[in-house]
């Protein structure tokens, strides 16, 4: 394993996969501290849990997302960071419009619409060039191959959720996964996975992309046909799995049982870090086999976590205080994102759409009018009148071509509410001609709480704070954050100016 | 607009003027305990022998945000006389509440473009009322107007945006203000801290009042508020607590310490100028209507009463969305019945309408003509006074069951609502459900003196 770690299952037997009890679901709780449920695994966590376990307690406990990255990235253009999401934006973009005859399939016309389409997402005229750098050689490639294309049955971040079983050699885990597909195309019956990583003669698929493009197949072929809509039902267990970079397309295995090993494993890790009975043990243990092994001259070349081996500085003193505390911030925030986001997506699995629209989750709608960005839709009149009464903070929304198990879901926000129904900004994404779309409401609570993205910044923000300091005793005596931190959790005297005591 | 106002304003060129207004205020609005917090406000915070953190406890309408805008304008002035550049982050934890402390700071002579409100959403610019709206990296700003940020006096902006103020302010010290403290979780506030810590803060405080509203989470290690987990850690901390209220009328205040004694902390006292404020003497014309109910529950010389619901049914409750429909009609009622009866310059009053409940707030606002009154979540209310409030609890019940309003941490409900009216505070509620109870909060209502109990069910018809 690239890791290093060894592939022994930490916690033996392994429990079963924690679902949310029906009363959480219909959210007749009081929801407070542990979830009784485990967390909704993402394609992605597993795989960075898969890279190494460090790597998935910094994402879900420190807010740190923690990559896997390219040498080359790393070490020559840290700026190309992030580049990824323009990158299948405007990939899914030319698709589409070549497809559709709207651009001309040659070098100099494609490179012109994504400047003038990079512009237009607001990118600064540095991150343009980035771009370019991984999009000049995937158009070219492309032109090539003859595949610049989109055909009418191609779909772009399809996103899918389903139950699937996982069997390893000695163990089976069973449990509901969430994944986005970059590229479906139902006419050449494959799935595409897209990444600006890769190098332009390696035989191989960029690190882990293979078992990423996996995971997503063996979601949609786990699926029943009934949770399927109509565009996109048929049987997907033949579906051929390609990962693709900029310079090159690699065909990936359906059938290897050592990702099913290392799915087992992955998760197996996820399930006992997120059960507050054996989260301290597990943290421990992950950190007593990957910190030995991860010195910074012995760093895995592709791994983004920086502050594994960085240095602790002398001031403040009081840290294992500070440190004392705020492990119970991560905790409790990772478990507010539980309540929140894992809950709700729980939710659309288990309960019917007459269920969610009872809770306020999700709305049923009729599309009467599109336009790139613009939807109108028409629904119920009951749901409207609650559309409504909204407050224009409250109107953010998520956009749900499909199903939850099987669509295509983009961020939206309600512009405007008339008598029959609303008109809908939307994030354009190619939708295919169906009528019918939903409305998702996932903040839908008695008090508004701060989104969940929130809650990952300030995980981030604490452990920065938790590892950052000065070594020299001037500069430390001066700094009023280093003495706010000793007057607060180390023995320095702290005032507040007055004579009552709260 | 941006071109005109760089180049034609050097920043806080009104000193005199803000000098004056300062003494004028000072004299005039100001008493003992805010002179005393405004003369410590503008201290440093990294002492000799020890780190000072003001802790301003300012219950309700006891003018703790005046008093920052005094200590903030008078820093400023202080160290632009000795030709020094001061800059001040105010932190809020809502955008309503940096728009009223931007306010208070132009009522003491601020201009507008001196005071800064840096909020999410560009829509929302407007150089001229010093309004911008930037994402938290400024992109987009152009470089003239990132500069004019950075060389603003002071800066407001949500606790959550403090990385647009942040960038602005970039390697130039500050001084840290956090205002409603009590919805600053300590997360929250370290957080912030490690995002002002480039700044080098010279002084960081804190004002609020702990009795507010608490940080709404699921999680009970991130409900204490920063002034909370410090006393324990405090080593005998102890705030700067304003004693004196200038919103509320005698007897509203009654009720008010009444709570506040459950909470183990200080009295509240009326200041002369509103112990007697009534809704005649704000100038509504008073008009009494002819049902001797309902004049005595909108008498301006009761300003508490209490109207129990209980004989008029119980509660809708499904899962968490709970209503009173009955109730909600009996709110609509006395708050239509109050624009008819009180009016000021030809205009009807238009009554508050308080509630903790969503589905109740919805209820009552499909029902409420828009000319006879508003009605809101207590949540949404917080910060903000109106002449006459009305509240609806909802809770009505055989079991006496009232949900999270009896919730350790969520008590503070009733507190904020009934702290928000200035004249005159009429409460629904089942008296079975809440007093016969025992929920403490509640039972502090009913102890007060001067509370007038009416039964709702003679106003059915």
């Known amino acids: 394993m690239s890791s290093g770690f060894p592939s022994e299952f930490p916690w033996a037997p392994i429990r079963r996969w924690r679902f949310p009890p029906e009363k959480v679901l219909r959210g007749n ?31 879900l406990f420190h807010g740190l997302s923690c990559p ?105 885990i069973n449990t509901y996964l969430l994944g986005k597909i970059d590229e479906l195309d139902l006419q050449g019956n494959w799935i595409i996975e897209r990444t600006t990583r890769g190098e332009p003669t390696s035989s191989n698929p960029p690190l882990y992309k293979d078992y990423q493009t996996w995971l997503l197949w063996k979601i949609i072929s786990s699926l029943n046909q009934s949770d399927i809509p109509s565009p996109w039902r048929r049987n997907y267990s033949n579906t051929r799995l390609f990962v693709e970079t900029p310079h090159s397309r690699y065909e990936v295995q359906r059938q290897n049982k050592d990702f099913e090993d290392l799915t087992v494993w992955a998760l197996s890790w996820i399930r006992d870090v997120s059960d507050p009975n054996t989260r301290s043990q597990t943290i421990a243990q992950i950190y007593g086999e990957a910190i030995p092994q991860c010195k910074e001259q012995m760093k895995h070349r592709m791994c983004g976590i920086k502050l594994c081996y960085s240095k602790r500085r002398k001031y403040p003193m009081c840290r294992p205080i500070i440190h004392a505390n705020f492990r119970w911030y991560y905790s409790s925030f990772f478990q507010d994102t539980m309540w929140k986001r894992d809950k709700f997506l729980y939710q659309l699995m288990f309960l019917s759409s007459d269920e969610l629209r009872e ?48 669509g295509i879901r983009t961020n939206s926000r309600i512009i405007s509410v008339d008598d029959e129904g609303c008109t809908l900004w939307y994030e354009w994404k190619k939708m295919p001609s169906i009528s019918h779309a939903s ?27 938790e590892r950052w300091g000065k070594d020299k005793d001037e500069a430390a005596e001066s700094d009023p954050t280093i003495q706010l931190l000793e007057a607060i959790f180390g023995g320095h005297k702290l005032e507040s100016g007055g004579s009552y005591v709260p | 607009m941006f071109r005109e106002l760089h180049h034609s304003e050097k920043r806080l060129n009104n000193l005199d003027e803000i000098e004056n207004n300062i003494q004028q205020k000072e004299e005039e609005f100001l008493n003992k305990d805010q002179l005393k917090a405004v003369e410590i406000l503008q201290k440093e915070s990294v002492q000799p022998n020890h780190f000072l953190l003001p802790i301003v406890e300012g219950p309700p309408g006891t003018g703790k945000t005046t008093t920052g805008a005094i200590a903030i304008a008078k820093k400023l002035s202080s160290l632009a006389r000795r030709g020094r550049k001061g800059r001040y982050l105010v932190l809020c934890f809502t955008h309503a509440a940096c728009l009223q402390f931007k306010k208070k700071l132009e009522w003491v002579g601020v201009k507008k473009t001196d005071a800064l409100y840096l909020t999410p959403y560009s829509r929302d610019t407007d150089f001229k009322r010093g309004i911008v709206g930037a994402p938290p990296d400024l992109a987009g700003l152009p470089v003239g107007v990132q500069r004019w940020l950075g060389d603003s006096p002071i800066l407001i902006t949500t606790l959550l945006g403090i990385s647009r103020a942040i960038t ?38 804190l004002l609020g009042d702990p009795l507010q509203l608490p940080v709404v989470t699921t999680q009970t290690h991130l409900r204490p508020n920063i002034c909370t987990f410090i006393n324990p850690h405090g080593r005998g901390t102890s705030a700067i607590g304003l004693k004196t209220q200038y919103r509320m009328h005698r007897d509203i205040c009654d009720a008010i310490n009444e709570m506040r004694r459950i909470f183990h902390t200080f009295a509240l006292r009326p200041a002369d100028r509103v112990a007697d404020r ?52 009996l709110a609509v009622k006395i708050a239509t019945e109050a624009s008819r009866a009180y009016q000021k310059n030809g205009k009807p009053l238009r009554p508050q309408i308080l509630t903790p409940y969503t589905a109740q707030r919805n209820c009552i606002s499909s029902m409420l003509p828009k000319e006879c009154g508003e009605c809101t979540t207590i949540y949404k209310a917080q910060g903000a006074e109106y002449p006459m409030v009305i509240i609806s609890f909802v809770r009505s019940n055989p079991s006496r069951f009232i949900g999270f309003l009896d919730d350790g941490q969520l008590t503070e409900q009733v507190y904020v609502g009934c702290s928000r009216a200035q004249a005159k505070l009429v409460i629904l509620l089942s008296f079975h459900t809440f007093f016969e109870g025992g929920h403490q909060m509640f039972r502090a209502l009913e102890r007060t003196p001067s509370v007038i109990k009416i039964q709702g069910e003679n106003l059915r018809s």
């Open chain 2, 278 to 329: 009534t809704l005649t003497k704000l100038n509504y014309k008073w008009n009494p209507p002819q049902d001797p109910t309902l004049r005595t529950i909108l008498d301006p010389d009761n300003p508490l009463v209490l109207v129990d619901t209980g004989n008029l049914g119980f509660e809708d409750s499904r899962g968490r969305e709970v209503k009173f429909e009955r109730e909600a009609k």
């Open chain 1, 68 to 172: 896997i990255v390219d040498e080359e990235t790393e070490a020559i253009a840290r700026s190309r960071r992030g580049i990824g999401k323009p990158f299948h934006l405007l990939t899914a973009l030319i698709k589409y419009k070549v497809g559709e005859g709207e651009l001309e399939a040659t070098y100099p016309a494609i490179l012109q619409e994504i400047r003038k389409e990079a512009k237009s997402y607001g990118l600064k005229l540095q991150e343009v060039r980035d771009l370019e750098y991984y999009i000049r050689p995937w158009v070219r490639n492309r032109l090539i191959e003859g595949e610049i294309a989109a055909n009418k049955d191609t779909y772009f971040e399809v996103q899918v959720a389903s139950r699937v079983r996982f069997r390893s050699r000695e163990a089976t």
């Open chain 1, 439 to 465: 409305i998702l409401f996932p903040e839908a609570s008695i008090f508004r709480g701060t989104p969940v993205f929130l809650n990952t910044l300030r995980q981030r923000r604490l452990f920065s704070l």
């Open chain 2, 168 to 205: 602005s302010f970039w390697n130039k010290r500050i001084h840290l203000m956090v205002d409603e403290y009590s919805q600053v979780s300590a997360a929250d506030f370290f957080a912030c801290i490690y995002k002002a810590k480039n700044l080098n803060p010279y002084q960081l405080s």
């Open chain 1, 29 to 59: 709780i009081f929801e407070a501290d542990e979830p009784p449920f485990d967390p909704f695994p993402t394609v992605t966590l597993v795989v960075k849990t898969a890279f190494c376990p460090l790597a998935m307690v910094h994402d």
């Open chain 1, 359 to 406: 809770l306020g989750i999700l709305y049923e709608c009729r599309i009467v009018d599109s336009k790139r960005g613009e939807l109108k839709v028409v629904m119920d009149p009951s749901d409207l009148d609650r559309v409504r009464r909204l407050e224009q903070e409250e109107r953010r929304c998520i956009l749900l071509i499909g199903s939850p198990h099987f």
